[in-house]
């Protein structure tokens, strides 16, 4: 999906741009923006797609947006309306000699590692809200002073937030997550899983996701759920734990006898039929 270049409408006299939105929907397009986003989804559910990958959002929750982090905000159907405030700031603006500042390092190096995003926990949520309410009403400097006590209190969690997208996990997260997906598989491969709800999973979009599996794994995500479901079908016909071959078939998870048997050949090169009868042992000797 490609992104729109928003221009978000800073006044010329705001070093940060507070914005309050109650509409009925988000805008619609994935889009990106200079400035980095902190938004408090004060009303609405929904999902977060950002760069390819996806996150639920509820009524409360707070995000840290990236610049140039492609994003959008869709709504939950049924909401009747959605409301947020947004602090829009620029550390390439106005901002960027102040940060620079020796007593305000801490703040800027906790800003340039975080350009990927990230999620308010839940536990920091009311404490991160106040901060944003009275950054909110206040005015001129006082406002500014209160901005950096904002990112002040968010760079005290900061060893607990995790990246909205990006490659940034590192190897051994990475690694972690790609064992927790075969994991989740390999349990349910008899339910009627799809591309889409093993994608959610991830976090990632149906497309991101098959990307991420084929280079984890060398397989396609239906090649891998074939290979498992024929393999448990290997198990019972060998095992003769079975009434029928039609049996075999919906209790390993395919959801027509036709399906099975072509892709019972594809993967054994004979038919359950003739492994039941000549290859019992062929995979479990």
């Known amino acids: 999906m490609r992104a729109?270049?928003?221009?978000?409408?800073?006044?010329?006299?705001r070093t940060v741009f507070i914005?309050?939105?109650?509409?009925?929907?988000?805008?619609?397009?994935?889009?990106?923006?200079?400035?980095?986003?902190?938004?408090?989804?004060?009303?609405?559910?929904?999902?977060?797609?950002?760069?390819?990958n996806v996150h639920h959002f509820d009524q409360g929750d707070i995000f840290?947006?990236?610049?140039?982090?492609?994003?959008?905000?869709?709504?939950?159907?049924?909401?009747?309306l959605v409301q947020s405030i947004s602090v829009f700031f620029n550390v390439k603006g106005a901002l960027a000699d102040m940060l620079h500042l020796p007593e305000l390092t801490a703040l800027l190096d906790f800003i340039?590692?975080?350009?990927?995003?990230?999620?308010?926990?839940?536990?920091?949520?009311?404490?991160?809200?106040?901060?944003?309410?009275?950054?909110?009403?206040?005015?001129?400097?006082?406002?500014?002073?209160?901005?950096?006590?904002?990112?002040?209190?968010?760079?005290?969690?900061?060893?607990?937030?995790?990246?909205?997208?990006?490659?940034?996990?590192?190897?051994?997260?990475?690694?972690m997550r790609i064992q927790m997906i075969c994991k989740y598989i390999e349990g349910n491969f008899h339910e009627n899983i799809n591309l889409d709800e093993v994608a959610q999973k991830a976090n990632l979009t149906p497309q991101a996701f098959c990307r991420y599996f084929k280079k984890s794994t060398g397989k396609t995500f239906v090649s891998y759920l074939n290979e498992i479901r024929v393999r448990e079908a290997c198990r019972l016909l060998g095992a003769e734990k079975h009434d029928c071959i039609s049996t075999v078939a919906y209790t390993c998870g395919f959801n027509s006898i036709t399906n099975f048997n072509r892709v019972f050949r594809s993967v054994v090169g004979v038919s359950p039929r003739e492994y039941a009868a000549n290859y019992r042992n062929l995979l479990y000797q």
């Open 4 to 13: 729109v270049q928003y221009n978000v409408p800073v006044p010329k006299d």
């Open 19 to 52: 914005q309050e939105d109650i509409l009925e929907k988000f805008y619609p397009y994935m889009h990106r923006h200079e400035e980095y986003q902190l938004i408090w989804i004060v009303a609405g559910n929904g999902q977060l797609l950002v760069d390819d």
């Open 64 to 80: 840290l947006l990236g610049p140039n982090q492609a994003h959008v905000f869709k709504s939950t159907q049924g909401d009747t």
């Open 112 to 175: 340039s590692k975080n350009s990927r995003g990230f999620q308010v926990p839940k536990k920091y949520l009311a404490y991160i809200r106040r901060r944003i309410e009275v950054l909110k009403k206040s005015q001129a400097m006082d406002q500014l002073i209160r901005f950096f006590y904002l990112l002040k209190s968010l760079n005290t969690v900061s060893s607990e937030l995790k990246p909205l997208s990006g490659s940034v996990f590192g190897e051994a997260a990475d690694g």
